[in-house]
Each structure stands twice: as C-alpha cells, then as structure tokens.
C-alpha cells in the first residue's frame, strides 16, 4: 500500500465517527415525509399548530427526531417556527400566491408554446386529467386539486428539464397550500377542470399557442380569484 493510498483510507476512517447519524437522519427523513403529506393532504391545514409531543407518540420517535423533521418542513417552506409558541402549517401570504402564478404562466406557458418543436409526449398530462374526472365523478373535490397539480406539473415536464422540473417542485408544495386556504374545493375547482380539458384538447390539436394563450388567461382568472378570496378572509398582504 503506497503512503498516498494509506493517507486515504485513514480519511474515510473518519468518517465512522458519524455512523450514527444514518439512522437518524433517515428516521427525521421518513418523519418529515409523513408529516408533509399530512399537510398536503389536508389533514393538517394552514395555520394548524403541529404538536411535538403527539407526533412523537403518534410516530414512535424520539424529540429530536421530530425536530429534526421539522427543520426539513421549514428550509421547504411548509411550516413556520413561531417563537414561545411551537410550529405550526404555513399560511401562505397574497403576496406569495402572485410569486407562484407569475412562476407558473412563464414555466406553464412556455412549456405549451414549445411543444410544436419538442413534440413531447402527453399520456402523463392526459393521465392526470382521467384522475382529476374520476375523483370529480365520486365527489372527491380534494382529489381533483391534488389531479389539478399533477395536471400543471405534467404540463411543467413539457419543458424536459430536470432542472425546472426541481426548481418547480416548492411552488407545487405552494399552491397545495395555497388551495386549502381557499375553504371550498368544489367551487374553486370545478370551472377549471372543464379548462384543463380545453388546454389539453388545444394541445393535442397541434395548437400550442392557443392552448399557451388559454393557460395564461386560465392562470390569471385563477389567481384573481384566490385573491379574492383572500381579501374576504382578510389574509391580503
């Protein structure tokens, strides 16, 4: 063994010291999934104090990990630290919801308007859309928000970008937000589940800038219309 190998060896030693963190990391990792989940599912939603204490019994984990976990929630925007008083879901502000529709007309759009150069393929957006009928056929208007954002990220993969596709992924958390601060899924969602079709159907024509045009006129009336709504509940910035 040369003297440069052993030096090498002897570096990765030291990385045994940290062994212990494996498991915890990736404890505090699955716990931050559960409990993201739960936020974006609803069953938490914005504004609710998160109790260390029960999702410590609930999980079977320790005070740290759950803490831990909740470091991960805040560097992703999805809860805030609130000091003598815990953590609780983040309430996105009315100044938020314009940052994330001005990020989805420029990626959304953009994304129609190429796709007569790029060709992609669109089974994933058409997938979502069957989803977002089927949960509208049983009632499920929480289900068809959670299909309206699978919808948007399908359209978002248009661009075939990894890298837009990881800058995206926080506005997506966003708007799934944003969406249960908006009290009635059924009347927010309904008109634009009939709008995804039109987009989709534009599209699937080959016209990409009808459908981009429709997009950013559907974008707009949404975001008008969550502002709205924010102002009746007193949340404009």
Not at 18 to 27: E, I, P, Q, Y
Not at 32 to 39: F, L, N, S
Not at 53 to 75: M, Y
Request: hydrophobic fraction near 45%.
């Amino acid at each position: 063994m040369t003297a440069s190998s052993g030096a090498a060896v002897g570096t990765y030693a030291t990385l045994a010291a940290h062994r212990d963190r494996l498991d915890r990391a990736s404890r505090s990792a699955q716990v931050a999934d559960i409990v993201r989940e739960g936020i974006l599912n609803g069953t938490f939603l914005p504004g609710t104090r998160l109790s260390e204490p029960d999702i410590c019994a609930a999980l079977g984990v320790s005070r740290n990990t759950v803490r831990e976990a909740f470091r991960t929630l805040i560097e992703e925007r999805l809860v805030v630290h609130e000091l003598n008083r815990g953590v609780f879901v983040r309430i996105p502000s009315a100044d938020d919801v314009a940052e994330v529709y001005k990020c989805r007309r420029i990626v959304e759009c953009a994304a129609l308007r190429d796709h007569a150069r790029t060709g992609a393929d669109l089974g994933t957006v058409g997938a979502a859309l069957e989803r977002a009928d089927h949960c509208a056929a049983q009632g499920d208007w929480t289900g068809v928000g959670t299909a309206d954002v699978d919808f948007h990220r399908a359209v978002t993969a248009l661009n075939d970008s990894r890298l837009l596709d990881a800058l995206m992924a926080s506005v997506w958390n966003e708007l799934r937000l944003i969406f249960h601060v908006v009290a009635d899924p059924h009347a927010f969602h309904r008109p634009y589940l009939r709008r995804n079709h039109d987009v989709y159907d534009a599209l699937a024509r080959g016209e990409a800038a009808a459908s981009a045009r429709m997009l950013a006129d559907y974008l707009r009336d949404a975001e008008a219309q969550i502002l709205a709504a924010y102002a009746e509940l007193g949340r404009v910035s």
